[in-house]
Every structure is written in structure tokens, then in C-alpha cells.
């Protein structure tokens, strides 16, 4: 089911906090989402409430406008190759939690698509690679019948939940991926023994590999690094298993392999 939320927005927005707030709190399970999703990394969230004041409505409507024409054809490709039913698709104007994250919501596993996070990454043009990636995380979740923001309470996990997105991508959009610069994969190619040393001296020391994710963050100068090895990780598996056990794996099976994969 789609969940259009953007008109109502509309109707509230005058560019300020305040019609924000009246807007989200039409959907109070959305706004909890939003306010838990920065409470879990112990953030406050009410310190972000002033990114809403960069936006303009002309690009949020880009950003609207964009992803409803992309996103039939995503899915009519993702339905060919995976049964995907029982789900649930959520556009909103959120507070930079990202422009597309899975999650649960009314009861069912979701894709929300926030279009604030997609005018900030001007991603106007690349939205067929992000819908393709968000519509990995709900396979991978459909497929394990478990939640995967669960699964990623450890961290070491995220190099398998992202990479196996990652990889759904690559089959529906191939690369480019929708966050790559020029020159990013040959360079993460280049330098994949450092990104594994990398990624393994922060498990090893209990650190942070946000670094490695998030768009907000940088590593060795590049950005999604995490992304590259995650999806080399998949391919790795992808020697012993198909893409449905690869999802299904137990999560210390899962474990067990990221370390054997990142000493390799």
C-alpha cells in the first residue's frame, strides 16, 4: 500500500518548524519513527528540526515528482525476480533520517522514501538505484521473515544487510550505483585490502563504522565505502550460496563469514 503523506504536508507547509509540526503529528507513528530513529543513536532530535528551513517547496515537489514516476517500474522489475507482497510504501517529509530506509510500520514491513533527504542529496536522477536498494532491504526482510533493523542492532551486521541491498541494486540498475562519484569504485577496487583492515580494526576495537555508511560521514576521503565491501561480501557468499540462503543465513553464520571475508 502507498502511503502518500506529501499532500497533507502541503497543506500545512509555510517554511516553518511549526507547520512541520502540525503536518507530522497527522501521523503520529510516523513521527515517533522519525524521533526514535535519532534517539537510537542518542541524538536529540528536536536539534534537528532547523534542516527543515533549508528546503523550498519547488525541489520537495521535484523530489515528489520524481520518485512517484520512478517507482512503478522498480517494482514491476523487483516482482519479477522476487515475490514481494504484503508491504507497505511511505512518502514523507522527514527530518534527514534518510532519503529511503526500511522499517516497520502499520503492522507491516515498509520502504519509507523521505524528500527532504532526496533534495538534500539532489538526488533527483538517481532515484531508480535508491528505490532498487530500499526494495533489497524489504526482499532480504520478506525473504529471513525477520526484522533486519533488528538483525543491524550489532554494527558488523550492517556489511551484510547493506550489502545484500547492494547487490539487488546492481541486478535491477547495474552501476552506476545511485551514490557513486566518478572514479569511486575503481579507487575502492584499488584500495579494497585498506577498507577491510579498515573495517576490521573497528570491529576488533568496539569503534564506530557509521563512517562507513551514512551520508553524512567520510573515510579515507570517500564516501558509502561500506557499501563496496558489503556488496564484494555478497559476491563472496554468492560462490557457496543463492541470494535466498545468503538471506536466510543464521547470524552468527553471518558473522563467521564478514570476519573470514575481511582477513581474506
Given at each position: 500500500m502507498l502511503i502518500d503523506t506529501f499532500p497533507t504536508f502541503l497543506k500545512h507547509w509555510d517554511g516553518t518548524i511549526k507547520s512541520w509540526l502540525r503536518y507530522i503529528q497527522e501521523y503520529p507513528e510516523l513521527f515517533e519513527k522519525i524521533k526514535s530513529d535519532y534517539e537510537r543513536y542518542k541524538m536529540d532530535w528536536r536539534e534537528y528540526l532547523k534542516l527543515l528551513t533549508k528546503r523550498n517547496t519547488d525541489e520537495l515537489k521535484l523530489a515528489y515528482e520524481s520518485l512517484l514516476k520512478v517507482l512503478p517500474e522498480v517494482k514491476r522489475k523487483i516482482k519479477i525476480l522476487f515475490d514481494v507482497k504484503d508491504y507497505n510504501i511511505v512518502v514523507y517529509v522527514g527530518l534527514e533520517n534518510g532519503a529511503g530506509w526500511v522499517t516497520e510500520f502499520m503492522g507491516k514491513p515498509s520502504i519509507l522514501f523521505g524528500l527532504e533527504a532526496i533534495a538534500e542529496l539532489k538526488w533527483y536522477d538517481k532515484l531508480e538505484g535508491l528505490i532498487a536498494h530500499e526494495f533489497g532491504h524489504l526482499v532480504h526482510w520478506?525473504?529471513?521473515?525477520?526484522?533486519?533493523?533488528?538483525?543491524?542492532?550489532?554494527?558488523?551486521?550492517?556489511?551484510?544487510?547493506?550489502?545484500?541491498?547492494?547487490?539487488?541494486?546492481?541486478?535491477?540498475?547495474?552501476?552506476?550505483?545511485?551514490?557513486?562519484?566518478?572514479?569511486?569504485?575503481?579507487?575502492?577496487?584499488?584500495?579494497?585490502?585498506?577498507?577491510?583492515?579498515?573495517?576490521?580494526?573497528?570491529?576488533?576495537?568496539?569503534?564506530?563504522?557509521?563512517?562507513?555508511?551514512g551520508s553524512w560521514y567520510q573515510l579515507f576521503g570517500k564516501q558509502f565505502l561500506g557499501y563496496y565491501l558489503g556488496y564484494k561480501f555478497i559476491l563472496k557468499l554468492e560462490e557457496k550460496f543463492s541470494l535466498e540462503e545468503i538471506a536466510k543465513l543464521e547470524k552468527e553464520k553471518i558473522k563467521e563469514e564478514i570476519l573470514k571475508f575481511l582477513r581474506d
Amino acid at each position: 500500500m502507498l502511503i502518500d503523506t506529501f499532500p497533507t504536508f502541503l497543506k500545512h507547509w509555510d517554511g516553518t518548524i511549526k507547520s512541520w509540526l502540525r503536518y507530522i503529528q497527522e501521523y503520529p507513528e510516523l513521527f515517533e519513527k522519525i524521533k526514535s530513529d535519532y534517539e537510537r543513536y542518542k541524538m536529540d532530535w528536536r536539534e534537528y528540526l532547523k534542516l527543515l528551513t533549508k528546503r523550498n517547496t519547488d525541489e520537495l515537489k521535484l523530489a515528489y515528482e520524481s520518485l512517484l514516476k520512478v517507482l512503478p517500474e522498480v517494482k514491476r522489475k523487483i516482482k519479477i525476480l522476487f515475490d514481494v507482497k504484503d508491504y507497505n510504501i511511505v512518502v514523507y517529509v522527514g527530518l534527514e533520517n534518510g532519503a529511503g530506509w526500511v522499517t516497520e510500520f502499520m503492522g507491516k514491513p515498509s520502504i519509507l522514501f523521505g524528500l527532504e533527504a532526496i533534495a538534500e542529496l539532489k538526488w533527483y536522477d538517481k532515484l531508480e538505484g535508491l528505490i532498487a536498494h530500499e526494495f533489497g532491504h524489504l526482499v532480504h526482510w520478506l525473504l529471513r521473515g525477520e526484522d533486519i533493523e533488528k538483525l543491524e542492532d550489532e554494527q558488523i551486521i550492517w556489511l551484510y544487510t547493506e550489502g545484500f541491498a547492494q547487490r539487488i541494486e546492481d541486478l535491477i540498475t547495474s552501476r552506476p550505483w545511485h551514490f557513486e562519484e566518478e572514479g569511486w569504485f575503481k579507487w575502492c577496487e584499488e584500495h579494497e585490502k585498506l577498507l577491510k583492515e579498515e573495517f576490521l580494526r573497528r570491529v576488533r576495537k568496539g569503534e564506530a563504522l557509521n563512517p562507513f555508511f551514512g551520508s553524512w560521514y567520510q573515510l579515507f576521503g570517500k564516501q558509502f565505502l561500506g557499501y563496496y565491501l558489503g556488496y564484494k561480501f555478497i559476491l563472496k557468499l554468492e560462490e557457496k550460496f543463492s541470494l535466498e540462503e545468503i538471506a536466510k543465513l543464521e547470524k552468527e553464520k553471518i558473522k563467521e563469514e564478514i570476519l573470514k571475508f575481511l582477513r581474506d
